[in-house]
């Protein structure tokens, strides 16, 4: 048998095993991409909610799905941008602002926006996805209730802390009437007066007045 005819019959044999090789590393391939594109759909349509679990949980996963296997460098390029675009909107979630200021909220909250419209733009640009930061920031919906109680559930948790670190406290206001004082100073006198007149019954033998309704 000529040289060719081993090769041939190596390729024969182990042409099944590539297939399937092929086949699965096609499969792991599909299912990396369909979970980059779960996390963009997510925080696309939680956009306007930004503290809904949904939204905090596909942030999370950000690092774990966009970060480029080593052994392929053209994946690290790829999503390079996402992952700086992360960089930058974590790096702004976690700025201090005071809660009590409204002002200062407002515009932590338009820098944030920013910051997740050109996050959600360089990841829906490595998907294959074509939406412009103007539209990623219009088309959101949130009604302004929810802007509302989102802010005011910030200023309370906000104010919660402080009273349980001891760096606030609960002012209380007493309320009293004359009529509410004087009824009970009545109360007090008839209860002390009551007391009296047992005492004197069982220590004394004191009698009690009776009275009998013929009827």
């Known amino acids: ?3 060719k005819d081993y090769i041939t019959i190596v390729a ?3 042409s099944p ?3 399937v090789q092929a086949e699965k590393f096609i499969e792991r391939t599909r299912n990396k991409k369909n979970r980059k594109v779960q996390i963009f759909k997510t925080l696309m349509a939680t956009r306007g909610s930004k503290l809904s679990i949904e939204h905090v949980t596909a942030l999370n996963q950000i690092d774990l799905e966009f970060y480029g296997n080593r052994k392929f460098f053209y994946e690290n390029k790829k999503y390079k941008k996402v992952l700086n675009a992360w960089k930058e909107y974590f790096d702004q979630l976690r700025v201090e602002f005071n809660l009590e200021i409204e002002s200062e909220f407002k ?3 338009e820098k944030t926006e920013d910051f997740l419209a050109n996050l959600l733009f ?3 640009e490595s998907l294959g996805y074509s939406f412009d930061k ?3 920031k219009r088309n959101a919906y949130t009604p302004k209730g929810h802007l509302k109680v989102e802010y005011e559930e910030q200023q309370v948790r906000s104010l919660l802390i402080k009273i349980l670190n001891g ?3 609960i002012s209380t206001l007493q309320v009293t009437s004359n009529e ?3 009824r009970s100073n009545n109360a007090v006198d008839r209860t002390a007066e009551l007391q009296l007149l047992l005492i004197e019954h069982y220590k004394n033998g004191k009698p009690i007045n009776v009275k009998i309704n013929k009827e």
Do not use: D
């Open 180 to 182: 509410a004082v004087e």
């Open 122 to 124: 360089e990841m829906g």
């Open 107 to 109: 515009a932590w909250n």
């Open 167 to 169: 760096e606030s406290s």
């Open 12 to 14: 024969v044999l182990l």
């Open 17 to 19: 095993l590539l297939a």
């Open 134 to 136: 103007v539209t990623i």
């Open 1 to 3: 048998m000529e040289p």
